[in-house]
């Protein structure tokens, strides 16, 4: 990634591990680049841990939906946002960054901005001090929070610290200018915030956005709680709603579709 982000001088940010001042991590390779960061072996990053899956196969199909959005321009900035916790907008931000970091035609950043009760970082190692919130409050800059992902094209940026006045920082004039400079390092951009209802945060963020995804997860979400989220989106569009954890009607289905797909592969593999 090119450094196009101005530096300026820390302060009061330890260096990851041992203390050092925060003032050293301007000389050289900033640290985020040589602490060799990984995803952990979940389940629940299938775009990992079973990248031939049926669930896999969905979010690459949720990634070539967006891209062909009748209604709106391919969007570039993408906010993903559920009505209560619990939810699985986290999972899917993931993935879905996942899936468009495959591509390889465009850097990728995945953005943590749940900075209230930050997800994302729980499935790196080892985990991240400095991001998001270290940021905006000018206590450090870009190039020194941006994870590389060892093995995956995906780039990350952790929450940070969580902030005393978390919707305040994100509907800062500094949140404004750092989006806009986000949109000319990446290609794609997938921001998770959180859940709507509760708090403001997704819909402020949304407005730097290109459009809102919304994660509903089936049996959990209840319907009016999902219909008070889609009605407190007022500073974007809702791109669509994403059914997080459905279950199939017919108790054979899901082993009709898993069988196929695994003789699919097996005969892929045998030419």
Not at 165 to 185: I, N, W
Request: charged share 25%.
């Amino acid at each position: 990634m090119k450094d196009q982000v101005p530096k300026s001088v820390l302060k009061g940010v330890p260096r990851e591990g041992d203390g050092t001042p925060a003032e050293q991590l301007t000389i050289g390779v900033p640290m985020a680049r040589i602490v060799a960061r990984k995803i952990l072996d979940a389940p629940e990053i299938v775009m990992l841990s079973q990248p031939r899956s049926i669930a896999a196969e969905k979010f690459r199909r949720l990634k070539t939906v967006l891209m062909n959005l009748e209604e709106h321009e391919s969007p570039q900035v993408i906010v993903i946002t559920s009505a209560t916790p619990g939810d699985g907008k986290s999972m899917v931000s993931m993935n879905l960054a996942l899936a468009f970091a495959a591509d390889g035609t465009g850097e990728v950043l995945l953005v943590d901005a749940d900075m209230r009760r930050p997800t994302i970082e729980r499935w790196l190692s080892p985990a991240p001090t400095l991001g998001l919130s270290e940021i905006l409050s000018g206590h450090t800059t870009l190039e020194h929070a941006v994870l590389d992902i060892k093995g995956s094209p995906l780039r990350i940026l952790p929450a940070g610290n969580p902030p005393k006045e978390t919707a305040e920082l994100l509907a800062s004039d500094a949140c404004a200018s750092f989006v806009g400079g986000l949109r000319k390092l990446y290609q794609r951009i997938i921001i998770d915030t959180p859940p709507i209802v509760p708090f403001s945060d997704a819909d402020v963020v949304g407005g730097l956005s290109d459009g809102i995804v919304m994660v509903v997860r089936e049996g959990v979400t209840p319907r009016g709680l999902f219909l008070q989220a889609l009605q407190a989106v007022s500073s974007t569009f809702v791109l669509g709603t994403v059914l997080n954890d459905t279950t199939y009607n017919l108790a054979d289905r899901h082993l009709y579709h898993e069988n196929y797909y695994t003789r699919y592969y097996d005969r892929d593999r045998k030419k």
